[in-house]
T-cell receptor, first 115, second 112 residues
Framework: EAGVAQSPRYKIIEKRQSVAFWCNPISGHATLYWYQQILGQGPKLLIQFQNNGVVDDSQLPKDRFSAERLKGVDSTLKIQPAKLEDSAVYLC?????????????FGPGTRLTVL | AQSVTQLGSHVSVSEGALVLLRCNYSSSVPPYLFWYVQYPNQGLQLLLKYTSAATLVKGINGFEAEFKKSETSFHLTKPSAHMSDAAEYFCAVSGSRGQLTFGSGTQLTVLP
């Protein structure tokens, strides 16, 4: 079974530029999560999708971050414009049900550096 | 609100020694608890999870954790460390809709 795929793996941009990350979850998984992991910290949830609907985006900085999950499969996370403090690893995860007991499967992440 | 505290950002053990990584949680509802491991430049991999069945949970690679409600703890242990166990370990608590709140992580170093 293929795991969660993410691209690109690495991205370097200047501040105020825009950037987009792509995630392809495990086939059949209804729930998709985006996490931000700043160096030295644990991952922090940005947004959760159930199929193609948003369940929780309370921690997403909506003035600059946006995310979509078209057709309930792939997802894209965008930052526009980027700030220095957005430098982090962006992790995508997927799960079958979205219940509290559900196991989340993580992709390898996209490491973003904002200069 | 839920939170997780991992005591010790860095832990070093000798190969063959006991591994003990500490995790305390705060939750207003019965918690679901997870331990994940992260190797360099990789995503997180589930080691084990507690979902209110047995309080002693066995996971992959010889790891286990015990849920202690009275101590609000979920410490991770392994009887004998291997060099391949060197990685960062994260404890997490799950919300009702599956959102994970992670601790800040513990970097495990295994000395030869």
């Amino acid at each position: 079974e293929a795991g969660v795929a993410q691209s690109p793996r690495y991205k370097i941009i200047e501040k105020r530029q825009s950037v987009a990350f792509w995630c392809n979850p495990i086939s059949g998984h209804a729930t998709l999560y985006w996490y931000q992991q700043i160096l030295g910290q644990g991952p922090k949830l940005l947004i959760q999708f159930q199929n193609n609907g948003v369940v929780d985006d309370s921690q997403l900085p909506k003035d600059r971050f946006s995310a979509e999950r078209l057709k309930g499969v792939d997802s894209t996370l965008k930052i526009q414009p980027a700030k220095l403090e957005d430098s982090a690893v962006y992790l995508c995860a997927s799960g079958t049900t979205g219940a509290g007991t559900d196991t989340q499967y993580f992709g390898p992440g996209t490491r973003l550096t904002v200069l | 609100a839920q939170s997780v505290t991992q005591l010790g950002s860095h832990v070093s053990v000798s190969e063959g020694a006991l591994v003990l990584l500490r995790c305390n949680y705060s939750s207003s509802v019965p918690p679901y608890l997870f331990w994940y491991v992260q190797y360099p430049n990789q995503g997180l991999q589930l080691l084990l999870k507690y979902t209110s069945a047995a309080t002693l949970v066995k996971g992959i690679n010889g790891f286990e954790a015990e849920f202690k409600k009275s101590e609000t703890s979920f410490h991770l242990t392994k009887p004998s460390a291997h060099m391949s166990d060197a990685a960062e370990y994260f404890c997490a608590v799950s919300g009702s809709r599956g959102q994970l709140t992670f601790g800040s992580g513990t970097q495990l170093t295994v000395l030869p």
